[in-house]
């Protein structure tokens, strides 16, 4: 089962990876019961290791291909824990059954949703 | 019956979640289903059949988990059929929506996302067999984002419901 999530080297968007105010994660493939484990690491550690200076997390999902409730449940509970530091977690770019899951799952509040990984920078930090 | 039917005999063990989303994908290929269709089920049958290997068979039963697919007047439905002790795993509370997000408990997100997906879901138990039913009317590529709240009745479509 393909999935794999990393923070994507500078050059490879196009647009500027150090923002001060965002951390960019590229999560590609099937995120479900077998591979929400792995992200939830990646994750956590990603909400560690910002806590000297918080930055809200921005995922580019634009190659995620599946999503289900196992992988919504590490997303809202990554959320959780980044709005203890005035962070926010949001999915970028990522496929319309996809966001429709988000918004149905009654998550919308705590997962946020942009186009892309730019329009999130922009409706955050404007 | 002429209608396209297609059916799978799943193991009780969780690599078979994998064969599972394949013959979704299949079917739906098969039978021009939309991407956002084929999603609906794969999430929904997924779901279901994890819960019928962790909770009904206990990980280690020898007996089956049969998935049937058909497609009839632009509704699809699937049938799952297990042995497993009688449970409806649509009788739990629904998720309380109007709770904060803060409070609002994580569990049950399954299955509330399985009745959201579908326009209509029903159980039965019959002769040793726990009997799901799921109907779903055919969304285009371009039918937009509405997914219906709530289980509504199948449109056009009165000769195949299994009402409990």
Known sequence: ?126 | MSEPKATITLRSDLAEIERLSEFIAEFGEAHGLSHKDIFAFTLSLEELVTNVINYGYKGDSELPIVVTMSVHDGTVCATLDDQAPPFDPFSRKEVDTTLSVEDRPIGGLGIHLCKKMMDTVAYRFTEGHNLVHLHRVLRGPSAGVAVPSGSAEVPGDGDDNDEP
């Open chain 1, 1 to 126: 089962m393909h999935f794999k999530i990393y923070i994507p080297p500078p050059d490879s968007t196009g647009c500027e990876i150090a923002n001060a105010a965002s951390a960019v994660v590229v999560a590609e493939g099937v995120l479900n019961s077998h591979t929400s484990a792995e992200a939830q690491r990646f994750l956590q550690k990603q909400v560690q290791l910002d806590v000297t200076a918080p930055r809200h997390v921005l995922i580019d999902a634009a190659r995620l291909e599946y999503l289900n409730s196992s992988g919504l449940r590490v997303l809202a509970q990554i959320a959780r824990d980044l709005r203890k530091t005035g962070r926010k977690l949001a999915l970028c770019g990522a496929a319309d059954p996809l966001r429709e899951l988000v918004e149905v799952s009654g998550l919308a509040g705590l997962i946020l949703k942009y186009e892309s990984v730019a329009a999130a920078r922009e409706a955050l930090f404007e």
